[in-house]
């Protein structure tokens, strides 16, 4: 069994900052790329911001040179640190996983339950 827990979320006035955090716990043989994901009613879920095991990361144009992401692989945390934010970052931010369950196995994707980030302009 395999759980992402994402916090740091919240309500923030336009230009503010949030930093969001997700663990993962459970059974875990080799994580591999992580990222965040964001979700706005009634437009797809879009990566925000990815990062390879060994720290290779990449953004989507909107959020470059205000986000970065980063992660502790001790910890098996990654990171979202979230400046400048503006009305259109709103959205649900859900943290994903790429893991082998064994070595060579076929990559499986886990999910967290999503945190509501609000900015307020």
């Known amino acids: 069994q395999v759980q992402l827990v994402e916090s740091g979320g919240g309500l923030v006035q336009d230009g503010g900052s949030l930093r969001l955090s997700c663990v993962v716990s459970g059974s875990i043989f080799r994580l591999n790329a992580m990222g965040w994901y964001r979700q706005v009613p009634g437009k797809q879920r879009e990566l925000v911001a990815s990062i390879t095991s060994d720290g290779s990361t990449s953004y989507a144009d909107s959020v470059k040179g205000r986000f970065t992401i980063s992660r502790d692989n001790a910890k098996n945390t990654v990171y979202l640190q979230m400046n400048s934010l503006k009305a259109e970052d709103t959205g649900v931010y859900s943290c994903?996983?790429?893991?082998?369950?064994?070595?060579?196995?076929?990559?499986?994707?886990?999910w967290g339950q999503g945190t509501q980030v609000t900015v307020s302009s």
């Open positions: 994903n996983a790429q893991m082998w369950r064994y070595w060579g196995s076929p990559t499986v994707d886990y």
